[in-house]
């Protein structure tokens, strides 16, 4: 991964961070957490993002709205802030790198940002890097899928569970995408967890422990979660040590999160990996010392890091629009699960529902893991999202 020389890399440690200008490009759920992070820090919090009623619209210092692939949008927005960031990778990248060479201090650094945008770009980067991964091959058409069971997913522009097919036979390939993407040999599961890693610019590197993810499988994307994951000391061990090569062969600076399968065979392999905060680090806010969105913020301030430990074990259920509802978003059942101890819950402020759209999460703190699993069981049965 290319480097800036050292003469040429952008550095705040001139600058005080207090009343910094700090641009995110995106102004979902991630952004609006991170922004309620910043506030502690009197940073001001400007954001892009295509969405008018985006959840940071109403908490942002300034709120513009505009296309995050559009590089006259991205430049130009760039161009009023000290420091960029970003809470989704899909943004113009070319106009990120014309900003950097300018001047701007932008974290993550945008060649890894184009990297993380091309699914066969990070594969091939694993493979170079001798980062543990399921085999695969890159295709352009679905005329070249040969071999089944298969999993495809779109090089580009995939995002919470779209963009990823398991293909079983070919009867499957009426369903198969017709557009470059990587082909993964399938496979056999045990569990599936996250670490997150945070780096600042001075290469202070600290892990979260790792966390237990449980997939909603029609939608491909996170039920809920507990942390610590349940693993042995071995494969926590290694996999930490996954996750640390991957950060220092990147050279990020901010929150990567490094998503990994375990077989039952006992293997790990690095699945993706998201260099922003992410979905499977909610829990942080309440559950440990310091939450994932302060992490980045001290990450790519070039401030000292937190500590990443748990203040308590934790879990964390996603709250998804319910299928067949579209419209105005109604919550049922929040009351009621505000009775249970240890509950919290974080609403997103989008307006409008829709099957499997993450509109809210909540965290659950026990010391007791079977405990916290029953009154996921609870939140799940309870708290419906309609319209």
């Known amino acids: ?154 090089r580009k522009l995939g995002y919470d569970g779209k963009g990823v097919l398991k293909l079983n036979s070919e009867l499957d390939l009426e369903k198969a995408f017709n557009e470059p993407c990587i082909l993964e040999k399938a496979v056999d599961i045990e569990k599936e967890i996250s670490i997150i890693v945070s780096r600042n610019l001075s290469g202070e590197v600290k892990l979260f422990p790792a966390i237990e993810l449980v997939f909603k499988e029609e939608a491909n994307l996170v039920d809920y979660l507990f942390s610590p994951a349940s693993i042995s000391e071995t494969i926590k061990v290694k996999a930490n040590e996954i996750a640390l090569n991957l950060a220092k062969a990147l050279n990020i600076v901010g929150i990567l999160a490094v998503e990994m399968f375990i077989s039952k065979k006992g293997e790990i392999l690095v699945n993706e990996i998201a260099p922003r905060p992410h979905n499977s680090g909610h829990h942080t806010i309440e559950g440990n010392f310091t939450s994932q969105f302060e992490q980045h913020l001290r990450a790519v301030l070039n401030l000292p890091l937190g500590e990443t430990g748990m203040i308590m074990p934790a879990a964390m259920v996603n709250l998804l629009g319910e299928k067949g509802y579209e419209g105005e978003a109604k919550f049922i059942g929040i009351e009621e699960i505000l009775k249970i101890p240890g509950v919290y819950i974080h609403l997103y402020g989008k307006k409008y529902t829709r099957s499997n759209r993450k509109m809210g999460h909540v965290t659950i703190l026990d010391e007791d893991i079977n405990s916290a699993f029953k009154k996921v069981k609870l939140i799940k049965e309870k708290v419906k999202v309609i319209s």
């Open 1 to 154: 991964m290319p480097t800036l020389p050292e003469e040429k890399k952008p550095a705040l440690k001139d600058k005080s961070f207090y009343g910094l200008k700090l641009g995110i490009l995106g102004g979902g759920q991630l952004g609006r957490m991170l922004i309620q992070a910043a506030s502690d820090y009197n940073v001001h919090c400007f954001v892009l993002d295509p969405d008018s009623s985006a959840p940071c619209k109403g908490i942002s210092k300034e709120f513009v709205n505009g296309n995050l692939l559009d590089f006259d949008t991205v430049y130009n927005f760039g161009k009023t802030v000290d420091l960029l960031t970003i809470e989704i990778e899909h943004v113009n990248v070319d106009a990120l790198e014309k900003l950097q060479k300018e001047g701007l201090t932008i974290f993550p650094q945008p060649e890894i940002i184009r990297m993380v945008q091309d699914k066969g770009l990070q594969k091939e980067f694993y493979k170079k890097n001798n980062i543990p991964t399921s085999d695969f091959t890159l295709i352009n058409m679905k005329s070249e899928i040969k071999t089944f069971p298969i999993v495809q997913k779109l």
